[in-house]
């Protein structure tokens, strides 16, 4: 529930807010108007690549670095959103949130346009002021928290959710998730129709990870539909470091098309699937389930495919077999029980099937990724869309910051371009969305 107070009660509040607070006072919004304040934060895959758009399962967490967002209700249907990080401001009206392909406001219209033909109309509008210590287009699913935030601000002072479609479809939190991920890709979601979406086929995982994690939690999910599996903890004497490639994985472009296409092959092979058998599986996952194995899979697709896809579609079932059905729960299970080897073992096997298989990888993700291991990472992965974008790895909690220094000069040896822009931080799992209270610091702070 959101936590309103004064404006002027926020104008007293920590630094980050306060300053917020102030890009509101500047642009006129009174003192005494109830402000609310939303820390939306990005996501960590550990393991899952491109799965939950195919009905796999994901290793899941938040990051400690997101979105902090001030937001006042407006009187009148208009939204008017202000990013004081990068000084820049947007504005439309709700009921006329025309598309704008490739701008940063794009998923906030993106949203408005689908909760009105979801909810009906908005009444109220949103002054919001922003500021981010998410790198965007870096892998961290900066748009995904852009495309949460502006649903949960909308839902805020519109009270979306207590409507009569609201409360018969995202009730939970795992079926607002659910929900999102459909108004991102532009898919339908049970009764509710599709729409204009952002332009990329993914699906539900990064808006589980935002709105479902819990502070020290890595969460497993299965997709298509989002149900939580289980979830373990990082063992005490590790520690979870993130380096961002200084390569934007833009979702955009050639990377959209690239991205996009390994949706596609994915539903390519669930249709020979059903043609081969005459099922009616909704995706890949489904179909993987009823073959009982992939080898029963891959030769109906044989059977029913050919020409140059055929190969890309045979590759991008195995990956996804062995991914989502052995590498997501050998994970779980290896830090369950801290185990260094099994855990080095299951990543190394993702990273080598993203380079071969999937094809997502540049040359300085997969250097970023061979660094962490020859530093005395033990483990280590690229994660997200791919195409640039972040790694992860695991170090010992006493070498942490000797492994994330040699790291980061290893990376700048080979890369130095690409590591003027790169970022090494520690990435403690974080609970998800939530609203604050002016006395309450971020754990950004």
Request: proline residues 4%.
């Amino acid at each position: 529930m959101a936590e309103w107070a004064p404006l002027a009660d926020w104008l007293g509040a920590p630094a980050g807010l306060r300053s917020l607070a102030g890009v509101l006072a500047e642009s006129g919004v009174e003192r005494e108007r109830p402000v609310a304040a939303l820390l939306v934060p990005g996501r960590l895959e550990l393991f899952g690549k491109h799965t939950d758009y195919a009905g796999g399962r994901s290793l899941l967490a938040a990051l400690p670095r997101g979105l902090t967002l001030l937001v006042a209700r407006r009187q009148d249907p208009r939204v008017l959103w202000r990013d004081r990080g990068r000084g820049v401001e947007a504005s439309f009206a709700i009921a006329q949130a025309e598309p704008r392909p490739g701008h940063w406001s794009n998923y906030a219209r993106t949203v408005a346009r689908r909760a009105v033909a979801d909810f009906g109309a908005c009444r109220y509008g949103l002054d919001v002021a922003m500021a981010s210590n998410l790198p965007p287009a870096a892998g961290l699913s900066s748009s995904s928290a852009m495309i949460v935030a502006a649903f949960l601000a909308l839902d805020a002072v519109n009270e979306l959710r207590r409507r009569p479609a609201g409360e018969r479809m995202i009730g939970r939190p795992e079926e607002l998730a659910g929900y999102l991920g459909a108004v991102e890709a532009g898919a339908s979601f049970g009764d509710l129709g599709p729409g204009e979406g952002v332009g990329t086929l993914g699906g539900s995982e990064d808006h589980a990870a935002i709105i479902c994690s819990r502070r020290g939690s890595l969460r497993q999910y299965r997709f298509g539909p989002l149900a939580f599996e289980g979830e373990t903890e990082l063992p005490r004497h590790w520690r979870l470091i993130v380096a961002t490639s200084g390569v934007h994985a833009k979702k955009t472009g050639g990377a959209r098309e690239r991205f996009n296409h390994l949706a596609e092959m994915s539903r390519l092979a669930a249709a020979a699937w059903r043609r081969s058998t005459g099922g009616d599986e909704r995706h890949l996952g489904d179909a993987l389930a009823a073959a009982g194995s992939a080898e029963v899979l891959l030769a109906a697709i044989r059977d029913e495919s050919s020409g140059a896809g055929l190969a890309e579609a045979v590759r991008r079932v195995r990956q996804f077999a062995v991914e989502s059905e052995e590498l997501v729960p050998a994970a779980t299970a290896a830090l369950e029980t801290a185990d260094r080897y099994a855990l080095g073992g299951a990543a190394a096997r993702s990273q080598e099937l993203a380079q071969t298989h999937l094809g997502n990888q540049v040359p300085e993700t997969s250097a970023l990724t061979a660094l962490a291991r020859e530093c005395g990472a033990l483990a280590a992965s690229a994660f997200g869309g791919g195409f640039g974008g972040a790694v992860w790895a695991i170090a010992k909690a006493r070498e942490e910051e000797h492994f994330r220094a040699r790291w980061r000069m290893a990376y700048t040896a080979a890369f130095p371009d690409a590591a003027r822009t790169s970022e090494f931080f520690a990435a403690e799992p974080s609970a998800g969305a939530r609203w604050l209270t002016p006395q309450k610091r971020t754990e950004r702070e």
